[in-house]
């Protein structure tokens, strides 16, 4: 009897702290300019974009927590050149040079739980300043890689041939991200932001390409939100 007596406080407590709460809950959507940020491959970026709700949780007059789950498009494009040369047998004919071309083209769908510290310069309106961490979860990877190949003997003109190998791309399943940003917020309704999120975890897995090129994700982000609740 005393153990449900004492649950039922903690549980009387919680909801009580939780009422006398103020937060702020709404939708977000905007756009991600996304691409592959520490490797040495030449990165097309793509332009995708990013929706989810949000809460604003106060913590004093100027500060507030802010966590979000979102789901946001992500992704690059690369071309991946190769080269292997070999001295055949038969001298005579010439060392053999097979040169492959990867285009690779990943589109990567995350879904996105940022936590950022957020200040205005008034009173939960304003100028606002956010930082803090992201953790992402990949839920779809749509990726296609087109190689084509061709030899060369002795230095002629390279012809085409068909890659004797096929690779399959493979991602790493989670990500964690700093995030930082700027905006405004209106005393009612409307928040507009800019945000940059650099990936601290490799994207690209598996051997189709080296480690210290399978790079991080790097997206930036312009949106808007509409905020419910206590002005």
Known sequence: MKKQLFLLLIISGIFSSLSQAQFRIGPMAGLNYATLSGTELTVDSKLSWHAGLF????????F???????????GYKYEYISSTSAQPIDTTTG???ITAVADVNATLGYLDVPALLTWYSGEHSGFMIQAGPQLSFL?????????????STNGQSPQPTT????????????????????????????????????GFGKVQDGDFIKDENAGHNFVIQVGAALVFGPK
């Open 95 to 97: 060392t053999t040079v």
């Open 64 to 74: 507030s927590l802010m966590p979000a789950a979102l789901y946001s498009m992500k």
């Open 55 to 62: 809460l604003d949780l106060s913590l004093t007059k100027h």
């Open 139 to 151: 839920i779809t990877d749509n990726a296609s890689v087109n190689t084509t190949a061709t030899i």
């Open 163 to 198: 890659p004797t190998t096929s690779n399959k791309l493979e991602f790493h399943k989670s990500d964690i991200s700093l995030v930082g940003g700027i905006g405004y917020k209106l005393p009612s309704l409307l928040m507009v932001y800019a945000r940059a999120a650099t």
